[in-house]
């Protein structure tokens, strides 16, 4: 089993910055992408932004230019790095990891971590 602990949510004034991290553990061969997502009430969860194994990123339009992904590989953590933020970006914040949990087998499994508020006020 895979548990991810995210945390750096909180409230913050528009403009400011917050950094999330995710911390993955448990049955871990090797972690594939990860990434972080974010969901609204009523809405679906949309990608914020994604990190290869080979540290290509991938941001959503939104947040180009002001959120930065990366990761530690030796911690099993992934973090985001979130300048000038808008209240438009006020929405809880998953961390999705693709994790291969056995060196004998290459199947990979999907986990999620709990969620953080990240609250930007205006």
């Known amino acids: 089993q895979v548990q991810l602990v995210e945390s750096g949510g909180g409230l913050v004034q528009a403009g400011g910055s917050l950094r999330l991290s995710c911390a993955a553990s448990g049955s871990i061969f090797s972690i594939n992408n990860m990434g972080w997502y974010r969901q609204g009430p009523g809405l679906q969860r949309e990608l914020v932004a994604l990190?290869?194994?080979?540290?290509?990123?991938i941001y959503a339009d939104s947040v180009k230019g002001r959120f930065t992904i990366s990761r530690a590989n030796a911690k099993n953590t992934v973090y985001l790095q979130m300048n000038s933020l808008k209240p438009e970006d006020t929405d809880v914040y998953y961390c999705?990891?693709?994790?291969?949990?056995?060196?004998?087998?290459?199947?990979?499994?999907?986990?999620w971590g709990q969620g953080t508020q990240v609250t930007v006020s205006s």
């Open positions: 990190i290869t194994s080979g540290e290509s990123t």
């Open positions: 999705k990891a693709i994790v291969r949990t056995s060196g004998y087998a290459t199947y990979e499994y999907q986990y």
